[in-house]
T-cell receptor, first 114, second 118 residues
Framework: EAQVTQNPRYLITVTGKKLTVTCSQN?????MSWYRQDPGLGLRQIYY???????DKGDVPEGYKVSRKEKRNFPLILESPSPNQTSLYFC?????????????FGSGTRLTVV | AQKVTQAQTEISVVEKEDVTLDCVYE???????LFWYKQPPSGELVFLIR??????QNEISGRYSWNFQKSTSSFNFTITASQVVDSAVYFC???????????????FGKGTLLTVNP
């Protein structure tokens, strides 16, 4: 089944403890992206990647890192999480770089930083 | 400037009523794509429809229909004879080139929470 797999689904952590949210897609998509969803703000792009080793900042990149060492994987790294990074995170991939078919989304990761 | 505007933050209807969710977008591109996604209470994001800027045909899929009008930069979504299972947050999105570059991004509206009461 074609899908984007995110792990974990739920995570509670403490301020400052490094964490990684994994994302993997099995559709050979070149484009991958991370979004965060917050009440009243909708979905905002954190980072995106056009291909292996090609990443760029989205609208809200502060406090996050990403890497794209393999085409299928696009992990999101929080080096020193803070409470304002408590949010619902989505990984997404797209079959074309012009996003003409939109995204396939992962199931989401609900992160709470205390 | 907001690129995708969903002016209705919340809508509440009674089952079997028709409901229209509004979406107004702003872009300078001549080629762009518009989408609707559904987010049920379980939280996942489900693709509903895409439309490219050259295709203004309205589309109907069962109880769902979409009205795309370039003249008013709108891409509205109507649910006919709403059901409780339609209760969700609905997002409109626009794919366009990033300002000053050749890369694309998908910009989402802030969503409309639809509650269908029995």
């Amino acid at each position: 089944e074609a899908q984007v797999t995110q792990n974990p689904r739920y995570l509670i952590t403490v301020t400052g403890k490094k964490l990684t949210v994994t994302c993997s897609q099995n559709m050979n998509h070149e484009y991958m992206s991370w979004y965060r969803q917050d009440p009243g703000l909708g979905l905002r792009q954190i980072y995106y990647s056009m291909n292996v080793e090609v990443t760029d900042k989205g609208d809200v990149p502060e406090g996050y890192k990403v890497s794209r060492k393999e085409k299928r994987n696009f992990p999101l790294i929080l080096e020193s999480p803070s409470p304002n990074q408590t949010s619902l995170y989505f990984c997404a991939s797209s079959r074309r770089l012009d996003l003409d078919y939109g995204y396939t989304f992962g199931s989401g990761t609900r992160l709470t930083v205390v | 400037a907001q690129k995708v505007t969903q002016a209705q933050t919340e809508i509440s209807v009674v089952e079997k009523e028709d409901v229209t969710l509004d979406c107004v977008y702003e872009t300078r591109d001549t080629t762009y794509y518009l989408f609707w996604y559904k987010q049920p209470p379980s939280g996942e994001l489900v693709f509903l429809i895409r439309r490219n800027s050259f295709d203004e045909q309205n589309e109907i899929s069962g109880r769902y229909s979409w009205n795309f009008q370039k003249s008013t930069s709108s891409f509205n979504f109507t649910i006919t004879a709403s059901q409780v299972v339609d209760s969700a947050v609905y997002f409109c999105a626009l794919s366009e080139k990033k300002v000053g570059g050749s890369n694309y991004k998908l910009t989402f509206g802030k969503g409309t929470l639809l509650t269908v009461n029995p």
